[in-house]
């Protein structure tokens, strides 16, 4: 095998120390460097306008070979300066050919562009694809972190817009719609208490079962209940005394509004600004009840004739005086034509207490129902004895009263007006209710900033990612161009001989 082919491989990381061992390159050459590149600094302050020397100086560290090829432009732009004797007159190419005089002097050339490989390979490239790599992870990082912040926004904002729903507003002013809402509960209530029509059924076969297993010691079931199905949604005070009040004074409602809400410190009643009139008292404060005096004994009792109280007669004319002559007047027993006032002027489905227990009255025919037609489907259960003697009702009969049940307790029960009667008998719950709802609207206005914010951040570390790839690239190209060289300079010395630098830029 010929001597001429057999290949120089040189690990990249060995490239220095092999050139020094060889004796190509000074141990004391990084000394001299400095003053070429001192040079270099120089001559490119003084540089003619050229597509391609401005491309050479752009990108990477100038090099030994860059100035080669800024000599072989010059003697383009230079051309001019040429004297006879084929030397140039311009102080441009005298000062980068001095430049390449001095790298040449002791292979100093070789020396430098070897360390510019190895840093090239082990740190520039390596370093600029760990930032590319690590802005891409920023692109993901945060483009997951927005996706996370728009979708716990949009579960927020679903809750915010559920829970309004619940309460029938808006949202845009809580406390005053729920202040509005609650005109419409006397409305509600009276629609809820005529719907119980159906329960009859249920209450009737209750009330026989009661019966058959308590006989005469049954006491009434489901009073409240009962009352409610005949008489509908009436007053508290209906409801206990047995007849009509007279006149409803209901107390009056106070919710606080909010500034931005209303104005003022709550719906207050208003009593106007007239004084109430007592009458003049004196100075010293009395009342004044006229100027008899007691002492004369002014005051006229008729004339009672001291005799005998056997002959006064009480049987006279007195019985044939009318009431309505006499002017007294008698009521009628009870309490008709009195004022309900106070919890006694609320509705029943209204009052708290009546309607816990209306409440609590319904699940007990629920779970009295559901056992029933429990029963009533196993056929290996075993019924009460004696059972036949109650009212047969089908398997149908019974679904039908457990669903008007179950659809009175929703009605009655459920999330608004649960919500609505519970703002009209709290304000620390209405406080909390208004502050839950405006914390998930802060909370979606957060949110939102946070995903703003994400896609800014993501936008920023993709624009960084871009700019960095043709840097990365123009790298790697000229990173390429100087292993050439260098493996070419190398070869040259060696009779022309392959080299090859292993782990170089072409395994990047």
């Not at 809820?192 to 059924?201: D, N, Y």
């Not at 009521?331 to 489905?349: C, I, P």
């Not at 309607?355 to 196993?378: C, P, V």
């Not at 206005?445 to 936008?459: H, P, V």
Request: proline share 3%.
């Amino acid at each position: 095998m010929d001597e001429s082919n057999i290949p120089i491989d040189i690990n990249i990381g060995k490239l220095q120390d092999w050139l020094v061992s060889r004796h190509h390159v000074s141990k004391e050459w990084q000394k001299n460097v400095i003053a070429v590149r001192e040079k270099i600094n120089n001559a490119i302050q003084d540089m003619p306008a050229h597509d391609d020397i401005a491309a050479l100086l752009s990108g990477s560290y100038i090099n030994y070979f860059h100035c080669l090829k800024i000599i072989e432009i010059l003697k383009e732009t230079e051309a001019d300066t040429k004297n006879l004797f084929g030397r140039y007159g311009s102080q441009r190419m005298k000062d980068w050919q001095d430049v390449v005089k001095t790298y040449e002097k002791e292979n100093l050339y070789l020396a430098e562009a070897a360390q510019m490989l190895v840093r090239n390979i082990n740190y520039e490239i390596p370093g600029l694809k760990k930032q590319i790599a690590k802005e891409e992870q920023m692109q993901t990082e945060c483009e997951k972190k927005q996706t996370d912040y728009l979708k716990n926004e949009s579960s927020t904002k679903s809750e915010f817009l559920t829970l309004c729903r619940q309460l029938g507003i808006q949202g845009n002013s809580i406390k005053r719609e729920l202040v509005d809402r609650l005109q419409e509960l006397p409305e509600i209530y009276d629609k809820i208490g005529k719907s119980l029509k159906p329960l009859q059924p249920g209450i009737d076969l209750y009330s026989a079962f009661t019966k058959y297993i308590y006989g005469d010691r049954a006491m009434e079931v489901l009073s409240l209940l009962q009352y409610v199905v005949e008489h509908g949604n009436t007053t508290v005070y209906e409801w206990s005394y047995g007849e009509p009040p007279l006149s409803v004074e209901p107390d009056p409602i106070h919710i606080e509004l909010d500034d931005e809400e209303g104005q003022g410190g709550g719906d207050q009643i208003d009593f106007g600004d007239n004084a109430i009139d007592f009458g003049s008292l004196d100075a010293g404060g009395e009342i004044d009840f006229g100027n008899g005096d007691a002492a004369a004994g002014d005051i006229d009792w008729g004339n009672i004739d001291g005799g005998d109280p056997a002959d006064i007669d009480l049987s006279g004319d007195i019985a044939s005086v009318s009431l309505e002559e006499s002017g007294i007047v008698v009521e009628e027993q009870g309490v008709a034509g009195g004022v309900a006032r106070g919890r006694d002027a609320l509705t029943l489905l209204d009052n708290p207490a009546t309607r816990n227990q209306l409440i609590d009255q319904l699940l007990e025919l629920e779970s009295f129902l559901k056992m029933r037609l429990y029963e009533t489907n196993a056929s290996d259960v075993q019924s009460f004895s004696l059972m036949q003697q109650l009212p047969t009702e089908s398997s149908a009969a019974l679904t039908a009263m457990l669903d008007a049940v179950q659809l009175s307790s929703a009605q009655l029960a459920g999330p608004e007006q649960q919500h609505l009667h519970n703002v009209k008998h709290s304000q620390r719950y209405v406080d909390v209710l208004t502050a839950q709802l405006k914390q998930k609207l802060t909370l979606c206005e957060k949110l939102s900033k946070l995903a703003a914010r994400s896609q800014e951040q993501r936008s920023a570390a993709a624009a960084r990612a871009a700019e960095l790839r043709p840097l990365l690239a123009k790298i790697i190209e000229r990173t390429k161009e100087l292993q050439a060289n260098i493996e070419n300079d190398i070869s040259k010395k060696y009779k022309g001989r392959p080299v090859n630098i292993i782990g170089g830029v072409k395994f990047l």
